[in-house]
């Protein structure tokens, strides 16, 4: 067992350490990735790794944990230290990271708005009921129980949205209650206004700083926060940006790898970094964030490469090596060695077998509930994914108006199972006009609406907008339409497997295409989305996320665990009217 303290300098065992870390997020990766990431950390001259634990994907329902595979977050603690590399844990109940939601539960939002990220007293009661579940597994990895975990976070860029001590106190007086006894920390932004609102200074918990370029004129605006406050502790840049993350429709964003690796020169001068990120890894399934701009949602793209020292595949970059000298040469004991490379490859293209219509399959997939009003999607479902929406509305044989009010986020609206308008943002809420079919006394409408990721950072957090799906009703002339069927598609294992395929296709209806197939031997690849229009590609039961043709990406990476040896199944859910034939792979990722 060992000790770790916050005096003048963070003392490891009662001698001064400085901090050389990197961001490796275990969720946007596999297992088997976890070893290589950690080796490749090491081998850069660090000697601490550092991840988010996000509480949407630990309680996906409430009072519903999982921590198997990808998500077994005391694993990875364990093999980081297998590794010899200490561990910072931030299982803050909210994690911004590009994550849906900024990692909180959709299910908080089942009932309606409540204030987040504060003293409500339905929020920390759900807070205290997941960290019953968590902080004790957390716990026998601190440092203090012969653990490798060193300091853990209350809160994260708390200064950014709110300001109120009340709940960074409770959430403090939670952690400490199960036994966490490693130093606790917050973490914001480089200037006061943020470190003033977002810290507990005055309480003793560690004030660190998120920036990633300017390192002496941030990390002295940093030190001068703690001098004011009679303290001195020692400066850590807790998320060292090296990169960004991408947008859809939005050019993908560089850094110059020299640029970096002088600023990390500069902030090891003066402090302790973590690197964010060292590997981005994937946002796989729903899980990717969005970030708001205005009144203007800009969803993130599947990929969480970020530029970062090693490629979404986790292959080393230019920035490793030149980050990895500049580490050497401030700290020039630090071990250091060649870091393991990734191989990738092409494993072929192969014909699509059969593909079957939503609209013609849906009740194969999952039963429909009735309302007389439209559910959100938190209500209906998990709250992920799509939502369709099921209706009739009286034919009187001449056109009429119909407009559907307050939705979240892209719709595809259907009469008669023809495609009348998609909607999303700038025209979501426009009024339409609809002609039925004069053979029929009835119009069928189907609203197939995509949850695109909820708002991860900013005031848009606790926004009426994060209810997915229909909030507000459909409206049909002028009036409030009733009865309603809606069929959640969470393109779950359960959902895909219920698939008809032998139902009539209509490839201009949203549609579900299958492709079997047989490898001798699997390597890490990237499916090619490049003839696709906008949906997800659901590997042998493992979603790989979202693809959209405005790019950048257009490609969505596949790691080997994800491909068996012998029989293969690919399932994409492509729904701009996209015919798709083939299913490519390639060794590179696909850009626009």
Avoid at 19 to 31: D, E, K, L, V
Avoid at 228 to 252: A, C, Q, T, V
Wanted: charged letters at 25%; a negative charge.
């Amino acid at each position: 067992m060992q000790t770790f303290e916050i005096k003048e300098d963070f003392l490891l065992g009662g001698k001064p350490i400085k901090i050389i870390s990197g961001a490796i997020h275990y969720f946007r990766m596999t297992q088997n990735q976890w070893e290589d990431s950690l080796y490749n950390l090491k081998a850069l001259g660090a000697n601490t790794v550092e991840t988010y634990i996000p509480w949407n994907i630990h309680e996906p329902i409430e009072g519903t944990f999982d921590f198997s595979g990808m998500k077994d977050v005391v694993a990875f603690v364990k093999l980081a230290q297998e590794m010899g590399l200490y561990v910072i844990l931030r299982p803050s109940v909210y994690i911004c990271a590009e994550w849906e939601f900024g990692g909180l539960p959709a299910w908080l939002l089942k009932d309606g708005l409540i204030r987040l990220r504060s003293t409500d007293k339905i929020f920390m009661e759900k807070v205290e009921n997941y960290y019953h579940e968590l902080l004790p597994k957390l716990r026998p990895l601190q440092v203090t129980q012969g653990g490798p975990v060193i300091m853990m976070q209350i809160e994260n860029e708390y200064g950014s949205y709110g300001m109120e001590k009340e709940y960074l106190l409770a959430t403090k007086k939670i952690v400490e209650s199960y036994g966490i006894d490693v130093p606790l920390f917050t973490s914001d932004g480089s200037w006061k206004e943020v470190l003033d609102a977002g810290s507990l200074i005055d309480e003793d918990v560690f004030v660190a700083g998120n920036f990633g370029s300017q390192s002496l004129k941030n990390a002295a605006v940093l030190k001068d926060f703690i001098t004011e406050h009679n303290k001195k502790w020692p400066l850590i840049s807790m998320e060292y940006w090296d990169g960004w993350f991408n947008r859809w429709g939005n050019d993908i964003i560089k850094r110059d790898p020299q640029d970096l690796a002088d600023e990390v020169e500069d902030m090891l001068s003066v402090g302790s970094i973590n690197l964010y990120m060292f590997h981005g890894g994937t946002n796989f399934g729903f899980y990717n964030g969005c970030s708001a701009r205005g009144n203007t949602d800009l969803p993130q793209v599947t990929s969480y490469d970020y530029d970062a020292l090693l490629n979404e595949s986790g292959q080393p970059t230019e920035k490793y090596y030149l980050v990895q000298k500049a580490i050497k040469k401030v700290c020039p004991d630090v071990w250091q060695a060649e870091p393991r490379l990734k191989e990738l490859d092409n494993v072929g293209s192969f014909p699509i077998d059969k593909s079957v219509s939503l609209f013609h399959t849906k009740d194969d997939i999952v039963k429909s509930t009735y309302s007389s009003y439209p559910l959100t999607m938190e209500q209906a479902s998990s709250g992920y994914g799509y939502l369709l929406y099921d209706f009739e509305l009286k034919n009187y044989h001449h056109k009429n108006k119909f407009k559907v009010i307050e939705a979240s986020d892209r719709l595809k609206i259907y009469a008669d199972e023809s495609l009348i308008a998609t909607q999303y943002q700038e025209t979501n809420g426009e009024e339409l006009m609809l002609q039925g079919n004069p053979d029929s006394d009835t119009i069928h409408m189907n609203v197939l609406v995509e949850n695109l990721g909820r708002v991860n950072y900013g005031y848009k957090l606790n926004n009426p907008t994060q209810m997915k799906g229909i909030r507000g009703g459909v409206m049909y002339d002028i009036h409030f339409h009733q009865g309603f069927k809606h069929y959640p598609l969470t393109l779950s294992k359960e959902q895909l497997a219920a698939i008809d395929f032998d139902k009539e296709a209509n490839p201009s209806h949203p549609s579900f295409y299958q492709s079997t197939f047989n490898l001798e031997n699997v390597k890490d690849t990237y499916v090619d989305c490049s003839a696709y229009g906008k949906g997800v590609v659901v590997v042998n039961g493992v979603n790989l996320g979202r693809y959209w043709d405005k790019g950048p990406h257009l490609s969505l990476y596949c790691p080997k665990e994800f491909l068996n040896v012998g029989e293969n199944e690919i399932i994409i859910f492509e729904t701009e009217g996209k015919h798709i034939t083939n299913v490519t792979f390639s060794d590179t990722p696909v850009y626009v």
